[in-house]
C-alpha cells in the first residue's frame, strides 16, 4: 500500500496521492526557496544557498546584536545548477521535466545525453518519454553511477556556458 515518489521516500496510497507525500523533502528535491532558521540551518533561493553559524552561543550573539548569524554562502554556477538539476530530477519517480530543463539550461537533454541515456534504457535502468526522463525501479538502485554517467560526459564549454 506505499508508493515510493523519491529514492528513499514512500508514502502511503490514499485518495489524493499527495497527501501523504512529505511536503518538506519534496521542498529540497525540486529546488523550492526555503529559510532555515537556528543554528547550522540552511537556506536556499534562486542559485544562492546559505547555512547559519553551527555554535549556539555564537548564533544567539549575532541575533542578540542584530546581526545575521550567517556562516557563509554559495552561489551555484550554471554547471552546478545543471548537475543538481539532473541528480535531484532523477531521485523523484516522475524523473526531470525535459521541457523544464530546455527551458531552464537551454540545451535538449535527450540529445545531450542520447549515447548515455540509450545504453541505460538498454539496461532497462530509465525510460524516457517526450517530456521526461525518469529511472525505471531497477535503475533507482543505482542513481549515484547513473548521475556521474550523466554529469562526467566532456562537454565543450560553450555547451556548458550557453
Known sequence: GY????????????????????????????????????????????????????????????????????????????????????????RMTPGIDLIWFQQKFGINFIETYKDVITDLEKRNYIITDASRTALTRQGRAFLDGITSMLVVQDFSEAQWKR
Open 3 to 90: 508508493v515510493q515518489y523519491e529514492i528513499s521516500n514512500f508514502a502511503r496510497q490514499a485518495r489524493h496521492p499527495a497527501s501523504h507525500i512529505s511536503r518538506h523533502n519534496l521542498k529540497y528535491w525540486t529546488r523550492a526557496p526555503y529559510i532555515g532558521l537556528g543554528p547550522s540551518a540552511h537556506s536556499f533561493s534562486k542559485s544562492q544557498r546559505s547555512w547559519n553559524v553551527s555554535n549556539l552561543s555564537r548564533y544567539m550573539a549575532a541575533i542578540e546584536s542584530g546581526q545575521a548569524p550567517m556562516a557563509d554562502k554559495e552561489v551555484l554556477t550554471r554547471e552546478q545548477e545543471m548537475i543538481e538539476a539532473i541528480y535531484l530530477g532523477l
